[in-house]
């Protein structure tokens, strides 16, 4: 499968610890993107990279988030001192840098949901 | 900021029934996008849109890119069950340093009638 792939799908956590999700993307897709998705919503953006650069962060990625792709593959995303307000489904996406029109296609992995109790 | 308005916000079908919901924006878009969802994954891709005007299909999809460049709608015809799920639009704006992130509507949930 050439997909997007998150891991884990499912993360239960308690109030206060730290959690740490993984995306894999696309492997020629030099554009990966964090969304966060609650119920009854869309999703919404959070941060993404070009390569290993992070060009944009939304302001809803408050200072215990904090997102990295270090080798311009995967992405990790970490959240520190979880609340209960995080609970969510973290998705990520990939896509081509978009010079070309059809490159502005986004692809979404299977999302991580997480519960924090 | 930016706001997709999303409708319907739900409705229900019969099988064979065709199924239209749109989407309108407050600001220009370069990109118009459609995905579905289903309970627990991750949504998927249905149709791309770039240029206003545009109309699209994909099977029994078909997807227009509004002429304002504010909206966008998708049309299914001849439903059947594997259709339900709840239904994206996205748009990506082209100015600025948010040329990257899609912003999404609320979703259209589409049911099978009892």
């Known amino acids: 499968d050439t997909g997007v792939s998150q891991n884990p799908r499912h993360k239960i956590t308690k109030r206060g610890q730290n959690v740490t999700f993984r995306c894999d993307p696309i492997s020629e897709h030099n554009r990966l993107y964090w969304y966060r998705q609650t119920l009854g919503q869309g999703p919404e953006f959070l941060t993404y990279f070009q390569n290993e650069a992070q060009l944009e962060k939304s302001r809803l990625l408050s200072d215990r988030f904090s997102a990295e792709r270090p080798k311009g593959s995967f992405s990790t995303l970490e959240i520190q001192r979880t609340e209960q307000g995080d609970s969510a489904m973290y998705l990520c996406a990939s896509s081509l840098a978009p010079r070309l029109a059809g490159e502005r296609e986004q692809f979404f992995g299977p999302g991580t949901r997480l519960t924090v109790l | 900021g930016q706001q997709l308005n999303q409708s319907p916000q739900s409705m229900f079908i019969q099988e064979g029934e065709d199924v239209s919901m749109n989407c309108t924006s407050s600001?220009?878009?370069?990109?118009w996008l459609w995905y579905k969802q289903d309970p627990g994954e991750g949504p998927v891709l249905l149709i791309a849109l770039y240029k206003a005007g545009e109309l699209t299909s994909n099977g029994r999809l078909t997807a227009q890119f509004g002429i304002t460049r504010k909206d966008s709608f998708l049309n299914i015809s001849a439903s059947i069950p594997s259709d339900v799920g709840i239904y994206f639009c996205a748009g990506q704006t082209p100015y600025g340093g948010s040329q990257g992130n899609l912003i999404f509507g609320k979703g259209t949930k589409l049911s099978v009638k009892p």
């Open positions: 600001s220009i878009f370069n990109t």
